[in-house]
């Protein structure tokens, strides 16, 4: 079974252009979570999908930032315009629904973003 | 304000030896704790958990540690490998399922 995927791998752009990464969850996963690690310091909570529905977005940094999961598979986590902080690995992560909220999390590789 | 903290930035030890990583919360409402490995160029992997009804949980070479009144936990690797070199994360589940990380520690085991 293949697990999450994150297309790119790594992306360089320039401050105020505009990135979209993509997250493919494990099949038949419900959850999907995108969290940022900057700078070697720990790895932060985006934001939560259940299906196509927004569950908890407390942690998207501002309205730069957007994400979707258009008939609740794949998701695209959009920034534009981008700026020299936003810079960081972005890391996804799905995990099944029902039973218990502690529903192991599965990571994909995660997209390294480099903004100069 | 971090709710999640790991004071040891890295951490060497012999292969064989244990390895002791630690991990602080301020949060009393936390109650499931995970601990995520983490290679290069990887995304983290699920080690290890422990809820708060426990203070122990043993898998293998890996143990984890709760001290609900310390608000402390660790998680011991004995006999360490080198394989076993990694960044270790440490992480709270909120009530909401999302996952709450600690800076991490680079663990380095030497042969």
């Known amino acids: 079974e293949a697990g999450v995927t994150q297309f790119p791998s790594h992306s360089v752009i320039e401050k105020g252009q505009t990135v979209t990464l993509r997250c493919d969850p494990i099949s038949g996963h419900d959850n999907l979570y995108w969290y940022r690690r900057v700078m070697g310091k720990e790895i932060k909570f985006l934001l939560h999908?259940?299906?196509?529905?927004?569950?908890?977005e407390s942690g998207m940094p501002n309205n730069r930032f957007l994400a979707e999961r258009t008939g609740g598979t794949y998701s695209t986590l959009k920034v534009q315009p981008a700026e020299l902080e936003d810079s960081g690995v972005y890391f996804c992560a799905s995990s099944q629904e029902g039973g218990t909220i502690y529903n192991e999390q599965f990571f994909g590789p995660g997209t390294r973003l480099t903004v100069l | 304000d971090q709710q999640v903290k790991q004071n040891s930035p890295s951490l060497s030890v012999q292969e064989g030896r244990i390895s002791i990583l630690n991990c602080d919360y301020t949060n009393s409402m936390f109650d499931y704790f995970l601990w995520y490995k983490k290679y290069p160029a990887e995304g983290p992997t699920f080690l290890i958990s422990i809820s708060s009804i426990k203070d122990k949980n043993e898998d293998g070479r890996f143990t984890v540690f709760l001290n609900k009144s310390a608000k402390h936990l660790s998680l011991h690797i004995v006999p360490s490998q080198p394989g076993d070199s990694a960044v270790y994360f440490c992480?709270?589940?909120?009530?909401?399922?999302?996952?709450?990380f600690g800076q991490g520690t680079t663990l380095q085991v030497k042969p």
């Open positions: 999908f259940v299906k196509e529905s927004k569950q908890d």
């Open positions: 992480a709270a589940c909120s009530n909401t399922g999302k996952l709450i």
